[in-house]
């Protein structure tokens, strides 16, 4: 199927590592130019040499921390001035902090406003006029299967993705007769390293094995393993594309059938 990406521009958020990396990736290869960005400049810089080496694209990286304002407005200043327009957003960011309701402190809720929330206010915000100008744009934010289906200790995020889904509805409506798409795409437990490192890390208190652990995760997904995330790439490229556009104000669940309900 031919996707209609070769050539466009595309901006994905936090996007060093994990499921973010993964959807520059699957953009680079149907011929996207990205701009990449987190905090973590050792880690931009390599991945930017091999989605070049790899694809061939023009890729872009910026030290950006999604928290902060200024560095988001500086973010959208340079992938303007790299490739002239962005036709394609990708709003991904960090996981929140995992806690029990009670110990979660003012700080990080704050921060993961800034994070979760605010980061695609104020990206959506910066690239809207000249989608409209073009008559096309993707706004994609990866949110979580927590939307649905509330995760323990996830406080943050089972509340703060919700406002993303409130808002990005919202949005959908206001540009849908530009040809701008508004949609989410909620994964469910995809092996990153960060999901990696978190077996890890629980193996140790709990005496199991790593992959003990790992196994545990998929007991509640009927696929009987965990996502991949290239495979949260291949929906966000066909959300991207020409192809997908009839499809705007949706949430898209990615996650081997976890989420219970219809
Ligand atoms: P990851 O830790 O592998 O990657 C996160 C990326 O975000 C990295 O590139 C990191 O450098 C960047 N980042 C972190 N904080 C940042 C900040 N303040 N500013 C800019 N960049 C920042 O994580 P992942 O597993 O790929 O998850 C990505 C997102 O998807 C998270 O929000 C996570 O909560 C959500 N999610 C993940 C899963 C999963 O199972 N992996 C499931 C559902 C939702």
């Known amino acids: 199927m031919e996707l209609g990406l070769k050539g466009k521009n595309a901006l ?8 973010g990396k993964a959807c520059a990736e699957a953009l680079a290869s149907e011929g996207c130019n990205v701009m990449i960005c987190s905090r973590n400049v050792a880690d931009l810089m390599q991945v930017s040499q091999d989605l070049i080496q790899n694809y061939g694209t023009n890729i872009q990286w910026f030290q950006c921390d999604l928290r902060i304002k200024e560095e988001i407005e500086a973010l959208v200043k340079e992938t303007f001035r790299a490739f002239g327009t962005i036709d394609i957003v990708v709003n991904n960011c960090g996981g929140p902090p995992s806690n ?22 104020r990206i959506s915000n910066l690239v809207i006029d000249s989608m409209k100008q073009n008559n096309f744009g993707r706004i994609i934010n990866i949110t979580s299967v927590a939307v649905k289906q509330p995760i323990q200790r996830l406080v943050l995020s089972n509340s703060l993705r919700n406002a993303v889904l409130g808002y990005a509805k919202t949005l959908s409506n206001e540009v849908a007769p530009f040809n701008i798409t508004v949609n989410n795409v909620a994964p469910g437990y995809t092996l990153t390293k960060r999901v990696y490192d978190l077996a890890v890390e629980q193996a140790k208190i709990s005496g199991k094995s790593h992959e003990e652990i790992l196994k545990s995760y998929t007991q509640d997904i009927p696929m009987g393993r965990l996502g991949k995330p290239e495979e949260i790439g291949n929906l966000v490229v066909f959300l991207a594309s020409e192809k997908a556009s009839y499809i705007t104000g949706q949430t898209i669940y990615i996650d081997g059938g976890y989420i219970k309900s219809i």
């Open 12 to 19: 994905v958020t936090a996007s060093s590592k994990g499921i």
């Open 100 to 121: 029990n309701i009670f110990k979660i402190s003012e700080e990080d809720w704050n921060n993961a406003y800034q994070e979760i929330l605010l980061s695609v206010i």
